[in-house]
């Protein structure tokens, strides 16, 4: 199971943003996120990743939704965990997964983010949008239900 | 994994109940809900369920979060998903599994509600907080940071 954070800034409209170098697949801007520990409760586990990967410490968080991987043999899924919040302290540190800074919530696209990240992005910003599976592995992703109207 | 889903008609302020008749536990007031399948998305799962015991077909559902309870030996945990709507159609029929009404939010107390539910109604009605663990299987339930301001 893993999870992922949006911290915004409504001020500046500013989201905080990680420039993964450290695994091929996630090449681009994400948001701060890692494995949830099979003992560890999911809030928990995403104010940890929080602060390992960005020394911020955040509460408040909201549930955004999940993403869902299925494996087909033997049948199995893979959680992801969405939150958000705007509410932090603590500094800003470098880590060594990657570059991390602030930038316009209003800059994210394809070209410049993730791997599917634009479908997290969705669930993230739409309260509508709670839900995104694949029916693979590390597949593309399909909000679901396919139909909701933004 | 299981799922419960709070169905608000915002105009009359009341909440789709079930009052169970069927599980030992469950006497009292609870909302609509049941296992998700294996090869199940989170979010049909949820419509599903609601269908099957209700009769009503929701959709437009929010995240509210997650209840988590764990069992030490084996470790692992069981998943409970928390939604939300206010969008739903059809007639509302009743179930083998207990009687379905509408009744006030407002009205939904301790006594009335089944083990654990008003936990459950805290993530439901409170959009900060989105988690509560329990150590173990079928255990009380603490809201998750401890400290979360209402």
Not at 47 to 60: K, P, Q
């Amino acid at each position: 199971m893993v999870n992922m954070c949006m911290i915004y800034n409504p001020t500046t409209k500013e989201v905080l943003v990680e420039d993964k170098t450290d695994v091929a697949w996630k090449f681009g801007h994400t948001f701060p996120g890692g494995h949830i520990e099979k003992n560890e409760g999911l809030y928990d586990a995403m104010v940890r990743e929080v602060y390992e990967e960005t020394g911020l410490h955040v509460s408040h968080l909201e549930s955004c939704g999940t993403v869902e991987w299925f494996n087909q043999d033997p049948l199995y899924r893979r959680l992801g965990f969405l939150y958000r919040t705007s509410t932090y302290s603590g500094t800003l540190k470098q880590s060594d997964e990657g570059k991390i800074y602030w930038m316009p919530l209003a800059d994210l696209n394809e070209q410049n983010t993730a791997e599917s990240f634009m479908k997290f992005l969705r669930i993230f910003t739409d309260p509508h949008a709670v839900d995104a599976t694949s029916p693979v592995m590390n597949g593309s992703l399909t909000i679901i239900p396919k139909e909701a109207p933004k």
